[in-house]
């Protein structure tokens, strides 16, 4: 339990007394506001927001984020709480702050892919209009990790899934390694509790003998450093749970070696004893080849400077040291955070001070090798670029900036496109060409009757959604003076006999496909891919065994679409006695009776199961692949879901065409 006056303590070290009080002030207002209001571990609600505030402080931000950090949950939680009470009375950059809070809160996490994920972290960026809000709204999840215990079991695997997959990347992209490393192993404590007991276990029965270890290694460095006139902090580093566990995965191997348990970290003065250090610790210990990385002259994308070495330390086992400067340390630990650090007689976080971070980021671009990959980790910062939306299933999709529905609708399906009559966002009609905002829940009204229309060219602002128009158009055009629909049925049937000759029985005769121009086509799910009415399809003319449709990004259509003579035009026609087979990919942590709980739900769920898989991992985990039959596709994201909700699964989704089976 924490206390306004502990939060204080740690303020009084950087900030005057007027500054603390305006602090004081917005905790009185929180706590009042929050009267009434407990958590789940029983305990005031007020003390959630001092924690976060608590973590903010020790990162050293600056006041305003002290006060919002404090205030965070009031707008949402409290009914008399608005923007407009928080700016009368702290401010309008406070309200701010906690008003970003508040919008971000409201986002639901379902993310289903690491494309997904990556979308999230982008829109949780760009949805913050001041990259000090993400810094309070980590701070609030890292309380909200420290005290998962008081939530039902599975809350505490959906937080814990969200925090892996998007608030510790987002904490790592913007080089935060406190804040990252301490929510990992939060999450990997309630996603993985075996191998964590198992892990923390190794780790304290060898800690005396490491202790002595550490103590022999740091003595020889200290008194080499010493030598050559090098002053040095030679400090342990713990390796956390998490990453210990990633190295056994990647390396396959135990940690039976405690030795390799032991990392240690060189903070030197200036970049010349930087280099210097590292020679010398070069000459004590033997390098080992191809380890040495130098991040002080090519800085990684979130700012980390460092220089990685591993050498063969004293008893003959590999020894991880990293070396940097004081400076470069804090920005590590802190990342983007140091730079809305409290400066005397300053008013932190000036416009040009978020930028000059930005530009810092630039200039390091240019000094790199493989500037690819800094310029895709840094699109993150030059969100401008895009709008981020969801589907009314919660997928996120993004968009050029400036998007209306209509290519939103576009981007969906070609079909949605052709048959959108109207769009919802966020449960209320706009206009067509209404300019998508980040966040915005879009849904499309679809009608078969309807026809494009050629003002959609002006209401479209991306170059897909208008090249599709246009084409559609031309074909119009182009039918209209040369044949009409029954020749060009004639002509087709003509041509693709064997597709239109094999009338079947009813519910598998066309799988749900519409061939334009065809009445009765015969049709072939392709068994590489598995399509299901939504996917983005093609169609391949085999020769006598009909049209086989495969999903876009189904690797195979590739090499199909080299014979393009053979491709035809398919698309959902929405036959509601069409039954689909659907590949779902599981991903758990094995024990008992889990194979017992997925089928069981699969089955309660009304669904055939025709055929499964699993293969368990020596590290424990275990893939599972299974096969379903079914009619109704509706239900297929609820279970998806309530798979994830398993104990120990970790993830579970649609087999993605590129995944190997
Ligand atoms: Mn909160």
Redesign the pocket.
């Known amino acids: 339990m924490t206390s306004i006056e502990s939060l204080a303590a740690v303020l009084e070290t950087h900030h005057d007394a007027d500054e603390i009080a305006r602090v004081i002030d917005a905790y009185e207002f929180a706590r009042d506001a929050h009267t009434g209001q407990f958590r789940k571990t029983g305990e005031e609600y007020i003390n959630?927001?001092l924690e976060?505030a608590l973590i903010l402080a020790d990162l050293r931000l600056d006041i305003h984020s002290i006060q919002a950090a404090l205030l965070?949950?009031t707008i949402e939680d409290c009914e008399d709480v608005t923007f407009d009470t928080i700016k009368d009375r702290f401010g309008e950059e406070v309200a701010v702050l906690v008003d970003g809070v508040t919008k971000l809160g409201r986002i639901e996490f379902e993310t289903q892919t690491q494309q997904q994920s990556e979308s999230m972290r982008k829109m949780l960026i760009a949805m913050a209009s001041d990259i000090r809000v993400i810094l309070i709204k980590l701070a609030?999840r890292l309380h909200?990790m420290r005290t998962l215990d008081a939530l039902p079991p599975k809350t505490q695997i959906e937080k814990s899934r969200e925090t892996m997959e998007i608030f510790a990347p987002l904490a790592h992209r913007l080089g935060m390694s406190q804040i990252k490393w301490e929510l990992e192993d939060l999450a990997f404590h309630h996603l993985n509790p075996e191998k964590y007991e198992e892990i923390s276990q190794m780790v304290k029965q060898s800690r005396d003998e490491r202790d002595a270890y550490a103590e022999r290694v740091m003595g020889e460095i200290d008194v080499a450093l010493r030598e050559v006139g090098i002053e040095g902090d030679i400090q342990g580093r713990p390796k956390h749970f998490h990453s210990i566990y990633q190295k056994m995965i990647n390396k396959g191997k135990d940690f039976s070696e405690i030795y390799d348990l032991l990392a240690l970290r060189i903070i030197v003065d200036n970049i010349k004893d930087v280099y210097g250090a590292l020679g010398t610790v070069h000459n004590i210990y033997t390098p080992m080849p191809g380890r040495f990385k130098d991040y002080v002259a090519m800085p990684k994308f979130n700012m980390y400077q460092s220089l990685h070495t591993t050498v063969i330390g004293p008893v003959g086992s590999p020894l991880e040291i990293q070396i940097r400067t004081k400076e470069m340390h804090r920005m590590a630990e802190y990342g983007v955070a140091a730079h809305w650090r409290y400066k005397e007689g300053t008013a932190a976080g000036t416009f040009d001070e978020r930028l000059a971070w930005l530009r810092q980021m630039l200039e390091w671009q240019t000094e790199l090798d493989d500037p690819s990959e800094f310029m895709e980790e840094l699109k993150i910062d030059l969100f401008q670029e895009e709008v981020f939306v969801f589907t009314p299933t919660g997928d996120v999709k993004s968009l050029k900036r400036g998007a209306t529905p209509l290519d939103f609708a576009f981007h969906i399906h070609t079909e949605v496109g052709f048959y959108c009559v109207g769009a919802k966002v966020n449960g209320a009609i706009v206009p067509l060409g209404y300019e998508l905002q980040n966040g915005d829940r879009v849904e499309i009204l679809t009608n078969k009757s309807t026809r494009p229309s050629r003002d959609w060219l002006n209401i479209v602002k991306t170059s897909s959604a208008r090249s599709k128009i246009k084409a559609y158009f031309k074909k119009i055009d182009h039918m209209a003076v040369r044949v009409t629909p029954e020749e060009l049925a004639k002509r087709d049937a003509k041509a693709e006999p064997q597709v239109a000759q094999h009338p079947k029985k009813r519910n598998r005769r066309n799988a749900g496909i519409r061939i334009e121009g065809l009445e009765h086509p015969l049709v072939k799910l392709a068994r590489c891919c598995n399509p299901v009415p939504g996917d983005d399809i093609i169609g391949f003319v085999t020769r006598g065994r009909g049209v086989s449709v495969h999903r876009k990004a189904c690797p195979n259509a590739e090499s199909l679409t080299r014979s393009p003579e053979r491709m035809i035009e398919v698309a959902w026609d929405g036959d509601p006695q069409a039954v689909y087979q659907v590949e779902v990919m599981v991903k758990a942590v094995d024990r008992l009776r889990l194979l017992q709980d997925v089928t069981a739900l699969v089955a309660d769920a009304g669904v055939d199961i025709i055929s499964s898989s699993s293969y368990a991992h020596p590290d424990g985990m275990v893939d599972m692949r299974y096969l379903f039959e079914m009619g109704n596709l509706s239900s297929l994201d609820g279970i998806i879901k309530d798979l994830r909700g398993i104990p120990g699964v970790f993830e579970a989704h649609r087999k993605l065409p590129s995944e190997a089976s």
């Open positions: 959630h927001p976060t965070h949950d609030d909200n």
